[in-house]
């Protein structure tokens, strides 16, 4: 069953778990500008850019980043 991404309100980052202590890497929350997408953005770069994609790429990238877990 493919898994969906997190409901989060609209301004709740998510940080990825291998991001270690300092929240070193990617980010990812709802979009609040487009319905059913993400926003996936730099943790060390909060002021950043960030790139929005629908849920079924977001949950695609996701499956496919789970089979290179160590």
Do not use: N
């Amino acid at each position: 069953m493919p898994q969906h991404p997190p409901r989060l309100a609209p301004d709740e980052w998510t940080t990825s778990s291998y991001s270690g202590q300092q929240g070193s890497c990617v980010r990812w929350r709802r979009d609040c500008t487009a319905t059913d997408h993400i926003e996936i953005g730099d943790s060390k770069d909060p002021d950043g850019p960030t790139l929005s994609v629908t849920a079924p790429v977001w949950t695609a990238f996701v499956d496919f980043a789970r089979t290179f877990e160590v």
